[in-house]
């Protein structure tokens, strides 16, 4: 067995996971429950306004993470569908910001995006704890 081989327990393994699909539930409620709060309640729209800086903070933090995690399930399972539906979702994501601020495209982007990213982040955990299969002949079972 080489020392280079990312052999760590399969809890620590699915830590990046866990926090993206975490991540990706907040920026949903975020997206949903906050519009219609102010909707209902009006006198929140004034305690809380929209702020610019919310939806490129969350890609800021989802896109490192999710680079991450997806690629070490990618190398650890040799199924590259996670990291293509994580592009994905992440390509909707940056759609999202750069769409006009509290229009219903960034809100659907946005919302779509962090769907797709978290089926990423969830296939790909299922991949880390279903299918093992190693890297190169050194690990491989006699």
């Known amino acids: 067995m080489s020392a280079r081989h990312d052999r760590a327990a399969p809890r620590d393994r699915h830590t990046l996971d866990r926090l993206a699909i975490w991540l990706s539930g907040l920026c949903l409620v975020h997206c949903l429950v906050f519009p219609i709060a102010i909707a209902i309640l009006p006198v929140l729209a004034g305690i809380l306004p929209r702020q610019w800086w919310v939806h490129p903070v969350i890609l800021a933090a989802a896109l490192p993470l999710a680079v991450v995690a997806l690629v070490r399930g990618w190398r650890r399972s040799g199924d590259v569908r996670p990291l ?35 089926s990423a982040h969830v296939l790909n955990w299922r991949l880390g704890t279903t299918r093992r299969t190693p890297r190169c002949e050194c690990c491989a079972p006699a």
């Open 84 to 118: 293509l539906i994580g592009a994905t979702g992440l390509a909707f994501l940056i759609a999202g910001v750069v769409a006009a601020e509290g229009s219903t495209a960034e809100v659907v982007l946005t919302v779509t995006g962090g769907l797709v990213l978290s």
